[in-house]
């Protein structure tokens, strides 16, 4: 791997994790130049990771306009968050099927985490703990396409996750839904468990929604007052 690649990759990662975390807000313009300052590095590289995050819609490119973060919608968010129940669901059903035992184990290090990462009231690690679950339940299905295909949504999900408000109510009240779902799927009360895993994804998508109307309103009364006139 040549230094220019090992730059590209390294630049990747920080402008993905920038995007996911939030540190980038949503429709952000991104400049290859200050990019570029920023890392300390050449601009070819920070091109070279900006066209392999428009590949996975992280951002996006306008000609004659320039690179920008993703832009979601209430379109955007539904349709994200109907894949995200259809992949999870479907993992939910093959796991439970297949091995309970190994579903439980799967699921069993992000349950605990993030109760105790809660109890001693450390969010963050709770959130990571939080998409730890919902990465080890995919994965208990064993099915490598599906696994497959939970990547290629699951930036977007986590990028639409960390800009929700962490209440430590809610996140308790998510990692008891967790604990919810694995017990009824591995007691043979699938269906019930698949109820609770819609409603959990249905909970993130109004809650997202509710933060795009908001963001929507502070940007409109932004631009009213730029471009109000100014008092003599």
């Given at each position: 791997m040549t230094d220019d690649s090992k730059l590209s990759l390294r630049a990747e990662a920080i402008i993905r994790d920038a995007i996911i975390t939030g540190r980038f807000a949503f429709g952000a313009r991104l400049s290859d130049r200050v990019l570029a300052e920023e890392l300390e590095i050449s601009r070819t590289p920070v091109r070279e990771a900006l066209s392999r995050l428009a590949q996975e819609d992280l951002v996006v490119v306008r000609p004659q306009s320039g690179t920008f973060v993703m832009d979601l919608d209430a379109t955007d968010l539904r349709r994200i968050c109907?894949?995200?129940?259809?992949?999870?669901?479907?993992?939910?059903?093959?796991?439970?099927?297949?091995?309970?035992?190994?579903?439980?184990?799967?699921v069993s290090i992000p349950l605990s985490g993030g109760a105790l990462a809660l109890e001693?009231?450390?969010l963050a690690r709770a959130d990571v703990m939080d998409t730890?679950?919902?990465?080890?339940?995919?994965?208990?299905?064993?099915?490598?396409?599906?696994t497959r295909?939970?990547?290629?949504?699951?930036?977007?999900?986590?990028?639409?996750?960390?800009?929700?408000?962490?209440?430590?109510?809610?996140?308790?009240?998510?990692?008891?839904?967790?604990?919810?779902i694995i017990d009824l799927a591995v007691t043979g009360r699938l269906v019930d468990a698949e109820a609770q895993l819609?409603?959990?994804?249905?909970?993130?998508?109004?809650?997202?929604?509710d933060f795009l109307f908001q963001q929507t309103k502070v940007a409109g009364r932004s631009r009213r007052r730029s471009q109000a006139p100014e008092r003599t």
């Open positions: 109907e894949m995200r129940a259809v992949l999870e669901l479907g993992a939910l059903r093959i796991a439970a099927a297949s091995d309970a035992d190994a579903l439980v184990a799967a001693d009231g450390d730890a679950f919902h990465e080890a339940l995919v994965g208990a299905a064993a099915n490598p396409l599906l295909a939970y990547r290629g949504i699951a930036d977007q999900v986590g990028a639409i996750r960390h800009r929700l408000p962490r209440e430590i109510s809610r996140m308790r009240a998510a990692v008891e839904q967790h604990r919810r819609s409603t959990h994804v249905r909970i993130v998508e109004k809650l997202a929604t």
